[in-house]
């Protein structure tokens, strides 16, 4: 996962995620905050731009873990419940694939 500041530029983090895809990642999302934009990789597919997600899922990569968006686009939601969520998502992949 990369997190796209102000700085960074776009052609070179899409650049650093399909260096991710060649070397074996089999999924990846570039979160560009300021265009409430996310971009997809998945190996041997098509890149996926999405427009405005609220969550992103984990798949079939990470089975039930889910990237709740909303306080990264500046959404009102309670930080504790989204840490919360992660780390329940978190601790149910691990405790079914680790």
């Given amino acids: 996962m ?5 700085t960074d530029g776009l052609a070179d983090l899409q650049t650093k995620m399909q260096e991710y895809l060649d070397n074996g990642a089999k999924l990846g ?3 560009d905050p300021k265009h409430r934009r996310v ?3 998945r190996q041997g597919q ?4 999405l427009e405005d997600p609220l969550e992103l899922s984990g ?5 039930g873990f889910i990237l709740d968006l909303r306080q990264i686009w500046g959404l009102q939601q309670n930080p504790e419940v989204i840490t919360t969520r992660a780390k329940d ?3 149910k992949y691990k405790n079914q694939h680790l």
Avoid: A, K, T
Avoid at 2 to 6: A, G
Avoid at 46 to 49: A, D, N, Q, T, Y
Avoid at 59 to 63: F, H, I, K, R, S
């Fill in 46 to 49: 098509p890149l996926e731009p």
């Fill in 2 to 6: 990369e997190l796209r500041s102000d």
């Fill in 29 to 31: 999302w570039l979160i």
């Fill in 89 to 91: 998502s978190f601790d």
């Fill in 39 to 41: 971009y997809v990789y």
């Fill in 59 to 63: 798949e079939d990569v990470v089975p």
